[in-house]
């Protein structure tokens, strides 16, 4: 089986985009690490060659770094591809794909929800799970449980 | 007096269309207490299909006379199944107020009794206890059907053994 030509391209048209080593991925999807800044032009190119279906996005803590993860799959061809993205832990903001991709409106809610990675762009970025009053954002590694009337 | 408190009332003198019978207040109130147990149903998690099963033909609860309710104005009882999430707890709180006396609640499954698996998480209130008085806690998880017919059927005794005299619940003759 040829190698589908976006694999290549799109590490010519987006300067700092790597193919995670294929020893490192262990479900079979090729995987990228993308900058930041390129997140919204890569996935919109992705978009236009058939990658039109936003499986999954979540959010991981790494202590030092944030990881925002994109699991695209195109409807037509039945492929599948990876995104992933490092963001400052200090300053944690990306570019917003719900424009692209409806269906990450709540996706992106819930990792700003739980992690609190602000998504620039996105039409209503509020609490989606955790009561709106709530301090803090839980599934960070440095959080800790302040004892409230229900422990 | 004092007399026919703990036993069903029998017939002293039959009449045309009936007949006479002596019994206490106490146990005839706490007799149809006991007997038609409205609940509300608080289905949270997967005890909640439990509760649902407990309540459809196979397990018939109507046999005991508890009956589901959709609202708390004509409930008589509560069934707290599943776990108890911070953001549910002040609606909880919230129904159970709005619950005419006299008001028992059972608390059914781990979560509900304890917080259960989720006892050191963020977002789960350890126990229900925390937000509502508790009268029987059903252990399991999820409790079978037959547990939570236990259940009620400890809470029917809780009932009967109650009185009107010194009755912080309902204090229907003072």
Redo the contacts between chains.
Sequence with gaps: MTEPRYLNDIKGKFPGTEAVLPEKIKDGIPAFDCPPSLILDIVKYLKAEGFNYLMNLCATDYKDTFEVIYHLSALESKAKITLKVKINREKPELASITPLHPGANWQEREAFDLLGVVFTGHPNLTRIL??CDWEGY?LRKD?S?KP???? | MGILLDEAPYILEKMPGGGIIITSADWLINWSRANSLWPLTFGLACCAFEMISTNMSKYDLDRFGVFPRPTPRQADLIFVAGTLT??I?PKLKKLYDQMGEPKYVISMGSCSNTGGPFYDS??V??GVD??IPVDVYVAGCPPRPENLIEGILKLQEKIKKDTIKNNDRAQIFK
């Design positions: 955790l009561s839980p959080y449980r409230d009337q229900y422990d | 911070k953001k707890a963020y977002s209130v350890k925390k937000v």
